[in-house]
């Protein structure tokens, strides 16, 4: 009977990494495309290194790592494998929770951040047109203009701001409100689902530990040490 939930323990924790590893290898493609395809540097230029692109190529690296050492450690019932991806498992959930933890504390602090970043991306997208589609995607994609108005262009409007192409004049406008405006509300809206996403992932995160740990006590019991 002990056998059998052990087995059962096994493939399921084999068969949740596969799964994590597809999704790992997805975003990590996804992040590629954009990197390739979309500069958004144009945005935030002081914060290069955080921008999506490489925020999803990290990620996709660590989920596809993790993925395989918990899917090889469990397939193959190794023991040296099943405690690293516990350990790698455990750090990346402490660095989840203090990141999740700094940023309500420091919640005003990285608001004024991004606010100083968008103007300082805004100012180099006006005298750079080549790194106008990053702006453009943004407005379209929340019907916003500039940072916190349409006036933050001066007198060169990008095309996103208006109900018809080409502008023509103020009148043209459709996008009344900065952008800022609306991805604080974007954020406000999207905050239980991020919330309840942490959440959710932190409990996979300890169901995967504590897998890992079952099967690893079964191999010390059974003598199999780290054989392959």
């Known amino acids: 009977m002990a056998q059998g939930c052990l087995k059962c323990l096994k493939y399921t924790m084999c068969v949740a990494n596969f799964l ?28 290069a290194s955080l921008n999506i692109p490489s925020m999803l190529l990290i990620s996709g690296i660590i989920i596809t790592c993790v993925s395989f050492l918990g899917f090889l450690g469990a397939l ?28 309500l504390i420091y919640e005003a602090e990285i608001g004024d951040i991004v606010t100083k ?34 006036s933050d262009w001066g007198n060169k409007i990008p095309e996103s701001c208006c109900v018809e192409t080409p502008c023509s004049s103020r009148h043209d406008l459709e996008y009344k409100e ?8 974007w954020f406000e809206e999207n905050f239980l689902t991020t919330g309840i996403a942490v959440i959710v992932l932190c ?26």
């Open 76 to 103: 193959k019932e190794n023991r040296c494998l099943l405690m690293t991806f516990f350990l790698v498992i455990f750090i990346l959930m402490l660095v989840e929770l203090t990141a999740a933890c700094l940023m």
């Open 20 to 47: 994590c590893f597809v999704c790992g290898v997805a975003v990590l493609s996804f992040g590629v495309y954009l990197m390739v395809n979309s500069n958004f540097t144009a945005l935030t230029p002081s914060l």
């Open 117 to 150: 970043d968008l103007n300082k991306g805004l100012k180099s997208a006006r005298n750079n047109e080549t790194k106008m589609s990053d702006w453009d995607i943004v407005q379209n994609t929340f019907k916003c203009c500039g940072v916190y108005n349409v």
């Open 178 to 185: 900065g952008c800022l405006k609306k991805l604080k509300e």
């Open 203 to 228: 409990i996979i995160e300890v169901l995967g530990m504590c897998f890992a740990m079952t099967i690893f006590c079964h191999i010390s019991r059974s003598g199999l040490g780290y054989k392959l």
